[in-house]
């Protein structure tokens, strides 16, 4: 499973997150592999393949995989990072947004957008805790990924409250990103962006809540194309499936790409 990356690499990960494929298995029967995208991945991925890393659960073909960039080294806290998202979704089957059969493209990547954001909520401060290098990282990654997004208000508002939670520390970073809100001489922004990190903030930890919140907030569009559930272990070690426990009156598609990096 981890032989993927060197020993010397793997010797930098805390015991508890190393063990986590091995426990996955354990539970689950399937053994996590570990790969180099391709362009079969690239092409059943459009959204992901420009991601260094994307964890994929695919209840369909029973198999978890983290693909990653070719020719990228994956620095230890990035590693722990995905061992994380791992360890959430299957040993701790936390509740998840889903995005439903049928929908379009543009919409499965938004709500496995909105998902890897509410989840690094939980996950870059124990990353940050661990390692504390990766605190310049997420900065770095957020201060491309405003710049990127600045034109659009919605995504700047998400990205407001991720810095604003995840790296409260980061009070450079955090003031740019107000700058840009500011710049849109739009109060709506602002209350949206306000919203957007008052109503998280506040139901923390409780993600099921979190998903709620946000769903409140979501115009009826998005609603219509999201689930709410979360990955379960069939007994005996015998595989991976979902239940689904809000606005589960269509079902979801079997979820995919639980994560990018
Ligand atoms: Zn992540």
Redesign the pocket.
């Known amino acids: 499973m981890l032989n993927y990356f060197d020993k010397a690499l793997l010797s930098q990960i805390p015991e508890q997150l190393l063990k986590v494929p091995y426990l996955v298995e354990e539970k689950t029967g399937i053994s996590l592999k570990i790969q180099d995208m391709d362009e079969l991945f690239a092409g059943s991925a459009p959204g992901f393949s420009r991601a260094l890393a994307v964890?994929d659960i695919n209840c369909d073909e029973q198999a978890i995989t983290l693909w990653v960039a070719p020719g990228i080294k994956l620095a230890a806290h990035m590693i722990s990072?995905?061992l994380?998202?791992l360890r959430r979704n299957i040993l701790e089957g936390v509740p998840k947004i889903f995005p439903r059969t049928n929908i379009e493209e543009a919409y499965m990547t938004e709500s496995y957008f909105l998902e890897?954001e509410l989840?690094?909520l939980f996950?870059?401060p124990e990353e940050i805790s661990l390692f504390p290098e990766a605190e310049a990282w997420w900065a770095e990654h957020y201060r491309q990924q405003i710049e990127k997004v600045r034109t659009e208000q919605v995504s700047i508002a998400h990205h407001w409250r991720t810095i604003r939670i995840a790296l409260p520390k980061q009070t450079e970073l955090i003031q740019a990103c107000a700058a840009i809100i500011r710049d849109y001489d739009s109060r709506p922004t602002e209350r949206l962006a306000n919203e957007f990190y008052h109503s998280i903030a506040g139901a923390m930890p409780n993600k099921h809540e979190m998903i709620l919140e946000l769903i409140d907030m979501f115009p009826r569009e998005i609603v219509f194309t999201i689930g709410v559930g979360r990955f379960t272990c069939k007994p005996n070690g015998n595989g991976i499936g979902q239940e689904f426990i809000a606005l589960g009156e269509h079902l979801p598609r079997p979820a995919r790409f639980a994560?990018?990096?």
């Open positions: 964890l990072h995905e994380i998202h890897n989840e690094h996950i870059i994560h990018m990096l």
